[in-house]
């Protein structure tokens, strides 16, 4: 993950809706590359998701959740591809 990582998904945990990169960009301090690396990773690791119908639009999903409550560790989680 990268510095992105962890302000992405607090946004969109701050919002509670599926939100487009371009929110994203205008939302967080980070650059607008750092959120496109970090989105598809987040996304492998089953913590975001894309919009079944708005593909660059992403919303948290439960295991997200339980990340940024502290419920699960970095460490513990396993990418999609492995």
Not at 20 to 47: C, F, H, K, Q
Not at 68 to 74: P, Q
Request: hydrophobic fraction near 30%; charge should be negative.
């Amino acid at each position: 993950m990268n510095k992105a990582s962890d302000p992405v998904l607090e946004c969109l945990e701050e919002h509670d809706t599926a939100l487009p990169t371009s929110v994203l960009d205008i939302e967080l301090d980070v650059s607008r590359s750092s959120i496109a690396r970090a989105l598809p990773e987040l996304e492998n690791y089953g913590l975001v998701e894309s919009h079944p119908n708005y593909s660059t639009h992403y919303r948290l999903t439960d295991l997200g959740r339980e990340y940024l409550d502290g419920d699960l560790d970095a460490d513990d989680l396993e990418p999609d591809d492995a």
